[in-house]
């Protein structure tokens, strides 16, 4: 008996489940009973475990030290996208995920590039190809789980913190204090999700346009979901997570694959719109109602994105290079924010953007740097897939990001430069020389170039599923079903009758027809009626 009292004693103390001890202060044991009372999901204080008080050096050590408790968390992890950066769907030949040879037309590529780019990678020390994506001791837990906001890793040294001060631009990053920030960890809040998503791309709100610093603290007119002083809801609300994967769409992995509510599943994942609000989410017999099954939610409660701070609109790379002086320059613009640099190009940005509209089945489909691409219009580098006759594909607001890019102009094929790098490397942001950076970061990724340089215009999709308007803030029905100018009015939602915006066609005729038909109707009615008092 007393051995089962232990073991039952020994893991409410792993979980901080226990009365009081004998030997603890009154006011600790206070402090630790309101903890589990104003934290929901908290079942332990990380700050009461001796393995996390010895003195640690490294990000690594402290995730050894995570590992002897979870430790499956170390497998678990290195299944997901946040650790490979592949599409989990598709075949290792394919090469899709920013691992692979996928594109964008932002900064196009890690490949040459790591040590920059991997500063949002979950993981320690990923500068090369010979990173080592089995070694568990190289996963960063504290970037999704640390709660003090102190923690941070260095831009250039691909993943790591400073191990002594150093200065990155005007701001000057310091060593975490290990023991402080292992000992906060909790279950992710916005702050730990949104310093890698909202500041995606280089910068403040450049990639997504509905992912921003702004939503850190958002208010209600921003998002009904998130909204500090309202539901506040944490990313991983929604985005459900099991064995360390969290839910949402990664290129072809749709975010969800049934459209099943909470009502019908007390289980599903709460991704989707219909997971809370159910396929009917309106009032019993309203028009919206019988829209669900055409149209996304999101396309109705999401009327504008970037909709505080300003999302990067268009990107010209074959315009960077120039320099003043001799000497790189930055020229801003509208917002406060670069419309050229000399390391860049061009670009432009905008705020209260209306979305692009395509159908959309959960889906994108990407290029990668062995597509041949046609030059002589725009290139789709990645795109939603879905059409009106796919039954899962609804229509979909999106933010597109448009760019001029370099290519292969004899191989006919997107092309990926070496940016990054150091003094005397021919990363372009130290040689200005495209050709020498072309050539260096196709020979990373392990592709030919055939020297001959120039550039194409590109289009890259984003959904739009977060910044969701209060209820009055909706998109009004004539914004789509109108004549001219409306939402609606795209060729690729084109195809189908849509009352308000389409004329002529069978369906209209016979409406018209209809209301003639009636017309007819209710003056011979009248006539009769009239003859027949008279006769009377």
């Not at 598709?90 to 900064?107: H, V």
């Not at 459900?240 to 599903?268: K, M, N, Q, W």
Request: charged share 25%; with cysteine; aromatic share 8%.
């Amino acid at each position: 008996m007393m051995g089962r009292l232990g073991l039952v004693m020994a893991c409410l103390a792993c979980f901080g489940l226990e009365s009081a001890r004998a030997d603890e202060a009154p006011g600790r044991a206070m402090a630790r009973q309101a903890t589990a009372d104003t934290t929901p999901w908290i079942t332990t204080s990380h700050a009461d475990h001796d393995i996390l008080k010895q003195n640690f050096t490294s990000g690594s050590e402290v995730t050894k030290a995570c590992l002897t408790c979870h430790n499956e968390a170390g497998s678990q992890v290195m299944q997901t996208i946040h650790w490979t950066w592949r599409d989990p769907d598709s075949p290792e030949e394919e090469k899709i995920g920013k691992a692979g040879l996928t594109l964008n037309n932002f900064c196009i590529s890690i490949h040459g590039n790591e040590p920059r780019c991997t500063s949002c990678h979950a993981g320690y020390g990923w500068k090369d190809k010979s990173f080592d994506f089995t070694d568990e001791t190289k996963i960063d837990c504290l970037v999704c789980h640390e709660q003090t906001g102190t923690y941070k890793k260095f831009p250039t040294m691909a993943g790591l913190p400073v191990d002594k001060p150093k200065k990155f631009g005007k701001k000057t990053f310091t060593p975490p204090e290990w023991n402080t920030v292992a000992q906060s960890v909790a279950r992710p809040t916005r702050k730990n999700c949104g310093t890698c998503h909202f500041f995606g791309g280089g910068g403040d709100g450049v990639k997504h346009g509905d992912l921003d610093s702004s939503l850190f603290m958002p208010d209600n007119a921003l998002d009904v979901h998130m909204d500090a002083k309202g539901k506040n809801f944490d990313c991983v609300r929604c985005h459900t997570t099991v064995a360390h994967d969290i839910a949402g769409r990664s290129y072809r992995t749709p975010a969800f694959e049934t459209r099943t509510s909470l009502v019908e599943d007390d289980l599903t994942q709460k991704i989707s719109c219909e997971s809370c609000h159910t396929a009917t989410p309106h009032q019993k017999g309203s028009k919206p109602n019988d829209h669900t099954d055409k149209v996304a939610c999101q396309t109705c409660h999401i009327p504008t994105f970037a909709r505080e701070k300003p999302t990067k609109m268009w990107w010209d790379w074959s315009k960077a290079g120039v320099k003043k002086e001799g000497k790189p320059y930055v020229e801003n613009g509208p917002y406060g924010k670069p419309v050229y640099m000399t390391k860049k190009g061009d670009m432009r940005w905008e705020k209260q953007v209306k979305p692009e509209y395509f159908w959309f089945n959960g889906s994108i489909e990407t290029l990668t740097a062995r597509d041949t691409v046609d030059p002589s219009k725009e290139i789709a580098v990645n795109r939603p897939l879905g059409d009106r006759t796919d039954p899962n594909a609804r229509i979909f607001p999106f933010k597109v990001h448009r760019a001029r890019q370099p290519m292969d102009a004899q191989a006919k094929n997107l092309v990926i430069p070496h940016l990054f790098g150091k003094k005397g490397s021919d990363a372009y942001w130290k040689t200005y020389d495209w050709n020498r950076a072309v050539a260096s970061g196709m020979e990373h990724a392990g592709l030919p170039f055939s020297g001959e340089l120039a550039f194409a215009d590109t289009s890259y999709v984003f959904p739009i599923t977060h910044m969701v308007a209060p209820k009055k803030e909706t998109v009004a029905c004539a914004e789509c079903h109108t004549r001219e100018g409306g939402r609606m009015d795209a060729p690729n939602l084109a195809g189908f009758y849509m009352p308000g915006r389409d004329t002529g066609g069978p369906l209209e005729a016979s409406g018209w027809a209809l209301v003639l038909a009636s017309l007819v109707g209710v003056v011979i009615h009248g006539t009769i009626r009239v003859l027949a008092r008279r006769k009377g």
